[in-house]
């Protein structure tokens, strides 16, 4: 197996069906990876996705109501384990994944080994990293959800403000994709306070301007990604000690 503290530099081309890799903005550092799997491009892989899965992934996988739910579970999990597994040059089927105390995944034999996963419609965002702890959401935008009420009980005064008013559907899910990256970054899951804290996405190479009730884990900044239309997508990299 070779080291997790190197830059994940394998090709993953190849590695499952529907699999791309996402160019990332100006900032991100070495070490970092984010790939897109198209899960209509990857439905016909079900079958051998399903087999990669460990007894855990196929308890949840079964208990899903809907098939399409259940799809996109095997099939975003199976091409996380194979991007893992080429990394990590070791067989996908035999990572041993583990649920940390806040929900958030973590390899027990490669602690340097970084990674989150995130799926919403027919899509799904798998990002490895080296050296940070990463946090990976991607949204559908549905401008028929009651965003503004959403807004009005979720976010604080500041990030009200950036989704104008009425309430854009493109800025309220811009700042929601942030929020969900950094609290999986920091692998808290989201919290009850989250009026409290205010994390407004920076253009470019800059931290994230973020406050709150609590001190951060430590620097994290944050990137929009770019992925298809109706979609808004964030990555957050916390930087860890040492």
Known sequence: MTSAHHA???DAAGLCPGLYEVSLPDGVP???RVW???LARASGWREQALALLDAGER???ARFIHQADADRHALSHAALRCLLGAWLETPAGG???SIGAGGKPFLAEAAAAHFNLSHAGGHALIGLSS?????IDLEVIDPNRPIGSLASMLMSSEERACCGTPCSPEAFYRIWTAREAVFKAWGSGLRDDLASWTMLPLQGDAELGVSG???MPGPTR???LSVPAGHAAALALLTLPG
């Open 213 to 215: 009730p609590g001190p």
């Open 222 to 224: 944050l990137w929009e």
């Open 59 to 61: 308890q949840r996988n």
């Open 30 to 32: 070495p070490g970092t």
């Open 95 to 97: 990572l041993r994944l």
């Open 8 to 10: 994940p530099s394998f």
């Open 36 to 38: 897109r799997l198209d």
């Open 131 to 135: 050296n940070h702890a990463i946090g």
